[in-house]
């Protein structure tokens, strides 16, 4: 084994009488760049608050979110309803005639949630048309009052058929 004066802070991390030591000193290492990582990214992903403080700290009232942004997300929803709308659950006997479609944009990417339909009755092309039109304002939004979002991949539901419906299950 070579330990020399030129590289001491390599001995501690090469094996030997103390390898346990350097273990210890490289796992704590590790355990601080983990939590340094986690607090950067759970950072990167929270949403700011939508009112704001006033710059120079006077203590008055946050700003209310503009009466333009309460409009625009409020055409989102009833876009969204439209949607919904032309949902239609029943008319499937199995499982496997049921499916799922994404709803929105959320700040990070990907859909809010899922609709379940049933394909037999559904006119899919519509309601994928109409979700479009849902996902594209929503992120235009999204990226106008700059919203954020929790960052996790949110997967469609497992579906199937209850009551001759077809239901997230």
């Known amino acids: 084994m070579l330990r020399t004066a030129a590289a001491p802070e390599l001995a501690s991390f090469m094996p030997g009488d103390d390898s346990l030591i350097g273990r210890s000193r490289l ?5 601080l760049a983990l939590c340094m990582t986690t607090v950067l990214m759970a950072s990167a992903c929270t949403q700011p608050p939508h009112a704001a403080t006033p710059p120079n700290g006077s203590g008055e009232q946050p700003i209310p979110p503009a009466a333009n942004e309460k409009a625009e997300w409020a055409r989102i929803l ?11 659950a029943g008319g499937c006997t199995s499982g496997g005639q049921c499916r799922t479609a994404p709803v929105g944009s959320r700040g990070c990417g990907g859909p809010r949630y899922y609709l379940v339909y049933c394909s037999l009755t559904t006119d899919s092309v519509a309601l994928f048309r109409k979700l479009a039109e849902v996902e594209s304002a929503e992120r235009a939004y999204n990226a106008k009052y700059q919203i954020v979002s929790t960052c996790e991949f949110r997967m469609p539901p497992a579906v199937g058929v209850t009551a001759g419906a077809c239901q997230a299950q």
């Open 27 to 31: 796992m704590n290492f590790t355990r």
């Open 78 to 88: 009833e876009l969204e309803e439209e949607a919904k709308a032309l949902v239609k």
